[in-house]
């Protein structure tokens, strides 16, 4: 049991928190934690760079003139900025209500909704789904139904574009200033298994960010009969 209070010298001051078994599950006291701290993520992302160069492959990997791009976990919108620049059609879902509030006011010519992918209603005929460093966030159970609704959904030769955490697949419970996350962790070979009869891998490389080892992955839609 994590119990955490605004004494705690990890959390800054006027944070409150609680006791992580009683109050919230996993996916709620992540979302909560998100929306808690939105000011302080969205300050967070933009001092990074900005996807540019995974954008720019996606973008060349499908091949099309202003394709109708989907943004899992759109966040402060700081890489909807770049991929707008390449097309005028895009979606940016994001599981944090605050979070997308930041995202409108930064990027007033995105179009950004509050959502759950895990409940998310895709729409159809897309040509690019983006998923930077949010899927990270659900269990393997969840990732393959992303997926399989991903290849309903994406025209023939969609692009999904992802970033996860790399290690052998398992679960952990994160405690920073920002608050509790639940993040889990995945290899690729784990991901290419779970792909393997909807998609084609197009483009892979390890990598790490901020001193943590991640893995991006392009996948290419397959031709089920």
Sequence with gaps: MVTLSILDPHLKKGQLWYDENNFMDKKTRTTFTYNHSAKDFAKMFDTGKPRSRDINNAFELRGKKNPLVLEVGSGSGRDAK??????????????????????????????????DIES????????????????????????????????????????IYISMKTGPYHEETHVDCYGIRT??????????????????????????????????MAFKKKEVC
Excluded at 89 to 96: E, K, L, P, Q, W
Aim: charged share 30%.
């Design 120 to 159: 998310f209603v895709y729409p159809k005929r897309l040509d690019i789904i983006f998923a930077f460093d949010s899927l990270l966030h659900i269990c393997v159970h969840a990732l393959e139904k992303f997926f399989q609704n991903a290849h309903t959904n994406l025209n023939k030769d969609g692009i």
């Design 82 to 115: 770049e991929i707008l620049k390449q097309t005028n059609r895009y979606i940016g879902i994001d599981i944090a209500e605050h979070m997308v509030e930041i995202a409108k006011k930064k990027v007033p010519k995105g179009r950004f909704i509050q959502a």
């Design 183 to 216: 993040f889990y962790f995945y290899e690729m070979e784990e991901v290419e298994t779970l792909t393997a009869e909807l998609f084609d891998i197009v483009y892979q490389e390890e990598r790490s960010f901020d001193d943590e080892a991640r893995f991006v």
